[in-house]
């Protein structure tokens, strides 16, 4: 129970919906089995979430609207389940037809929700040749392959899906990097370090620099073979084959060595992974700019918004063309607004809002907590429809403090007239302790200590 409330307290409601809770899962788990059919094998939720997008991707080519009904017309087979997802991606409404009908049944149920689209099984088709006068709507002539090539190439499979983290582990594990204790933590570390993001793992740009420089410049450190070679040496330790001294030597000149190489060629190092760390924090095209055609790049585009760090911790975005020397200058944009601190992670999300198309969305990651979404610009309707949730969820908890504190005044008034002492102390470990399960232990503890003292 205590895990369902969490799961409740963690999910926005506002992304349950299937073909979202799909392409989640999907980014979260791709290699984790969905679905088996009969006797064929599992097949992962990468490749159900790939064939629905293919499916959907299909679909919208040949003119499907949001809100339209496909109908479908398949027996039990593993296609249904893609065929299913790719018209909710699609946007529209799957009307499934009986298998057993035909005739009038069967075109009344096609024109009773004037499908334009049918998606059916080869072993059906000479039913709708009977009826092939009386669907008015359905548009023909027009052949959806299941598998194979016309299945369109989908949008969001290109970059390759990502490895997750599992995957990482094992791939890890076949380099012969780190130990089974020690993998996850060197994934969060570069999480914690700001080489990766998201989750699958996305590299930032610092990182992809990180890997650059010393791929460039001390090659040895950027090959699994370095890291797996002393962790090889210690097994040997651990099973005598070679002695603690050999394996210190070996590893001091491999570490000398490396060090050298690093130390020469520090400051090439140093740019580049800088070039790389300045990268991840332009986060989009200034909107301001990009109107008054303030195209300043090599290529043609405007200025970029940036975010800027401040003593103290504090953070801001602005643009890159704000003259700091003279900011009256015609030319300089002051294009700014502020941003949550060093406390919080920022990770771009989008270069421009895919919602309101304004200004730039970045994912915020505070110590705790889901991560969330921020549009830059105020009014982008996600922000207005954050601030209103924001609210109400602070109006409900001021009133359940309210109603709290009501009935604790009633309820201190019972327990004072029972005894005076143990009153305060209830009231105020009560309040102080929210989860539930603290009050279960100690109930159980307490339990257990009564047993104890009768006994
Ligand atoms: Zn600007
Ligand atoms: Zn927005």
Known sequence: MGEWSDWYAREDPSTWVLAEVLKRRAAEH??????KFADSPWVSYGEINARSNRVANALIARGVQ???SVSVMLP????FIPVWFGILKAGAVMSSINTAYKGDFLSWT???????????????????????????????GQKLDLD?????????????????????????????LGTKATRPDIIQKLYSRGYVFNNPPEPSETGIAMYKAFRDHVLRMA????????????????????????????????????????????????????????EDKFIGVC????????????????????????????????????NRDDPDDPESCGNSGP????????????????????????????????????????????????????????????????RKAAKGEEGGGAAAAKSAKPKPKKSGGARKKPPTTTTRTKRATRGKSTARSRS
Request: include cysteine; proline fraction near 6%.
């Open 287 to 322: 909107e301001v700019c990009e109107e008054k055609g303030r195209t300043v790049h090599e290529d043609g585009s405007p200025n970029r918004l940036r975010i800027i760090d401040l003593k103290g911790g504090k953070r801001f975005w602005g643009c890159e063309g704000y």
């Open 76 to 79: 039990n087979c593993e296609e």
């Open 148 to 176: 194979g090539a016309p299945w369109m190439v989908d949008k969001e499979t290109q970059p390759p899906s990502r490895i997750s983290q599992g995957k990482l582990i094992e791939m890890m594990e076949e380099l012969g």
């Open 223 to 278: 090959t699994p073979e370095m890291t797996a070679e002393l962790e090889r040496d210690m097994d040997e330790i651990a099973a005598g084959e070679i002695s603690k001294d050999e394996v210190i030597k070996i590893s001091r000149d491999m570490l000398h060595q490396t060090y050298d190489d690093l130390f020469e060629r520090r400051e090439d190092l140093a740019k580049t992974i800088w070039a790389g760390m300045d």
């Open 30 to 35: 791709p290699d984790r089995e969905y679905l």
């Open 339 to 402: 941003l949550p601190g060093r406390g919080y992670e920022l990770w771009r999300l989008e270069p421009r809002c895919s919602v309101c198309g304004v200004r730039p969305r970045l994912t915020v990651r505070g110590f705790r907590g889901r991560p969330w979404k921020l549009c830059l610009n105020d009014d982008c309707p996600t922000m207005v429809e954050m601030r209103q949730k924001r609210e109400e969820r602070r109006k409900a908890k001021e009133e359940a403090e309210k």
């Open 110 to 140: 096609i024109n009773l929700v004037e499908a334009r689209k049918l998606v059916i099984s080869d072993e059906f088709l000479d039913r709708l040749d009977l009826i092939k006068g009386e669907l008015p709507a359905l548009e023909q």
């Open 66 to 68: 949001p809100g339209e």
